[in-house]
């Protein structure tokens, strides 16, 4: 199934019965679900749901081929400043600087942050290395009083959540 979500044009034509007009249709309806969650999460809407944030958050980030690392900027009621792209890296890593997520933190006014960031390898298991800029980031960003209440791992399946993992 996601082989056929993150298809190209020819790739996705290659399987039986399915032409141009499908893979349209096909990507018609994921743009329809990325701006759906896009309203869903727009400046001043609270957060109230975990599974609506991991459901936005994978529709964002899931279809790129390298890494990308997000932030979404949230107010002292989680309520949406701004999901940021703040860095994009290779197909297995992205360098991740806690000084420019502070600093992009203090310029939206934000009190809580939660990361995210894709996997292209489909596996959404942490790496040490995203352990390890989990707890620089929130060292950081404790400084300056800003929360830290999740990081997201996009994946093939089930989005890895460190909070629910207790990794914060």
């Known amino acids: 199934m996601q082989a056929l979500l993150d298809a190209d044009l020819s790739r996705f034509c290659q399987a039986n019965g399915l032409g141009s007009a499908k893979y349209a249709q096909l990507q018609a309806v994921l743009e329809m679900a990325r701006r759906h969650f896009k309203e869903i999460l727009q400046r001043g809407n609270a957060l109230t749901s975990p ?3 991991r459901a936005y958050l994978s529709a964002h980030l899931r279809g790129y081929s390298y890494e990308v690392f997000a932030c979404l900027f949230l107010d002292n009621q989680h309520r949406v ?3 940021d792209e703040l860095f994009r890296g290779t197909i297995d ?5 806690p000084r420019e997520v502070a600093k992009q933190a203090l310029h939206h006014n934000a009190a809580a942050v939660i990361f995210a960031h894709n996997h292209p390898s489909g596996i959404s298991e942490p ?3 995203d352990r ?3 707890e620089k980031l929130k060292q950081a960003l404790a400084l300056f009083d800003i ?3 999740d990081h997201f791992i ?3 399946g ?3 959540s460190f909070a629910e993992h207790g990794l914060l």
């Open 51 to 53: 599974d609506i944030t």
């Open 127 to 129: 790496s040490q290395a």
């Open 158 to 160: 089930q989005p890895y």
């Open 132 to 134: 390890q800029i989990t």
């Open 147 to 149: 929360r830290v209440l």
């Open 81 to 83: 400043i701004k999901l």
């Open 154 to 156: 996009i994946g093939d």
């Open 93 to 97: 890593s992205a360098s991740v600087y």
